[in-house]
């Protein structure tokens, strides 16, 4: 529950509400964009408030997500969340019920609409799969942007040298050290309608979560983003349940710590590479720190 300490530093605080278009002077925020994080000290603990949360959605998140013909980019889709979930088999077993990551991902094929039959024929076809490997490639994009690219190949040289060529073509490079600018950390999201900024904070703190965000996915739909510690992600979607809101997906994610500001022909650059990356078979997905200049 939370604390009357804690209560008061929220309600005096006033957070800006989650969609506006007049700009609020805030505390500064975290980032690399030379902000430092407020805190809130008190009995319970403490919960940062992101910059993406503060801003309003990120616009980068429109910019990245290169749309094309629907059929095609539907069934990229499905070929994404067939080798993830053959990666959550290889790593626990094909029985939802005893495979936390198979399970949520299950959960998000069916909030995309994915066929049962297709799910099911995924998860028997990773049983079967011939053995491959997984590898996190560690890169920099246009403005220097940190990128991981999780990759799942039964031919490492292969899949190395067809990141190294579409990086060189799109004014990127491998990179080590750019997991630094990345946590592994849960991730719960769930409609951002009818819940203020205050409500999203304080729904935060008694679900147990570190961090709250805005954001806007492939379909334009703003959401919220719960961040929360690995161990804690089963109690803090049973609790966010709980408090009345709907989750549609809940996972594990590498969550930027350091935010990297483009311009928007380096976000432009930047979204060409990204696409091209993950349009590799071999790509599960790709990660990025990028932040609109705005």
């Given at each position: 529950?939370?604390?009357?300490?804690?209560?008061?530093?929220?309600?005096?605080q006033?957070?800006?509400?989650?969609?506006?278009?007049?700009?609020?002077?805030?505390?500064?925020?975290?980032?690399?964009?030379?902000?430092?994080?407020?805190?809130?000290?008190?009995?319970?603990?403490?919960?940062?408030?992101?910059?993406?949360?503060?801003?309003?959605?990120n616009?980068?998140?429109?910019?990245?997500?290169?749309?094309?013909?629907?059929?095609?980019?539907?069934?990229?889709?499905?070929?994404?969340?067939g080798?993830?979930?053959?990666?959550?088999?290889?790593?626990?077993?094909?029985?939802?019920?005893?495979?936390?990551?198979?399970?949520?991902?299950?959960?998000?094929?069916?909030?995309?609409?994915?066929?049962?039959?297709?799910?099911?024929?995924a998860i028997?076809?990773?049983?079967?799969?011939?053995?491959?490997?997984?590898?996190?490639?560690?890169?920099?994009?246009?403005?220097?942007?940190?990128?991981?690219?999780?990759?799942?190949?039964?031919?490492?040289?292969?899949?190395?040298?067809?990141?190294?060529?579409?990086?060189?073509?799109?004014?990127?490079?491998?990179?080590?050290?750019?997991?630094?600018?990345?946590?592994?950390?849960g991730?719960?999201?769930?409609?951002?309608?009818?819940?203020?900024?205050?409500?999203?904070?304080?729904?935060?703190?008694?679900?147990?979560?570190?961090?709250?965000?805005?954001?806007?996915?492939?379909?334009?739909?703003?959401?919220?983003?719960?961040?929360?510690?690995?161990?804690?992600?089963?109690?803090?979607?049973?609790?966010?349940?709980?408090?009345?809101?709907?989750?549609?997906?809940?996972?594990?994610?590498?969550?930027?710590?350091?935010?990297?500001?483009l311009?928007?022909?380096?976000?432009?650059?930047?979204?060409?590479?990204?696409?091209?990356?993950?349009?590799?078979?071999?790509?599960?997905?790709?990660?990025?720190?990028?932040?609109?200049?705005?």
């Amino acid at each position: 529950m939370l604390g009357l300490t804690l209560l008061r530093a929220l309600r005096t605080q006033r957070p800006p509400r989650l969609v506006g278009t007049v700009p609020v002077r805030r505390v500064p925020l975290s980032g690399s964009c030379g902000l430092s994080p407020p805190c809130w000290t008190g009995p319970v603990r403490t919960l940062r408030l992101s910059t993406a949360f503060c801003a309003g959605h990120n616009k980068w998140s429109k910019v990245k997500h290169i749309k094309g013909p629907k059929d095609e980019a539907r069934g990229k889709i499905i070929a994404k969340f067939g080798m993830m979930i053959r990666i959550a088999v290889k790593e626990g077993g094909s029985n939802p019920e005893l495979n936390i990551n198979l399970a949520n991902l299950v959960e998000q094929c069916r909030s995309k609409n994915i066929p049962k039959a297709s799910i099911d024929a995924a998860i028997k076809n990773a049983e079967k799969a011939k053995p491959a490997s997984q590898h996190t490639f560690e890169a920099r994009g246009p403005g220097g942007c940190a990128l991981l690219i999780e990759t799942l190949t039964d031919n490492n040289t292969r899949t190395h040298q067809e990141i190294k060529r579409l990086l060189t073509k799109n004014r990127g490079t491998l990179s080590d050290g750019a997991r630094h600018n990345f946590t592994r950390m849960g991730v719960v999201m769930a409609p951002a309608e009818n819940v203020s900024a205050e409500k999203a904070l304080e729904m935060a703190i008694e679900a147990g979560a570190e961090d709250v965000q805005e954001t806007e996915e492939e379909e334009e739909k703003l959401q919220l983003k719960f961040v929360c510690a690995v161990s804690d992600l089963n109690k803090v979607r049973g609790s966010l349940e709980g408090l009345g809101l709907h989750i549609t997906s809940a996972g594990l994610e590498f969550v930027t710590r350091n935010h990297s500001c483009l311009d928007q022909e380096q976000m432009e650059a930047a979204s060409s590479l990204i696409e091209a990356l993950t349009d590799l078979p071999d790509v599960v997905r790709v990660w990025d720190n990028i932040q609109a200049d705005s």
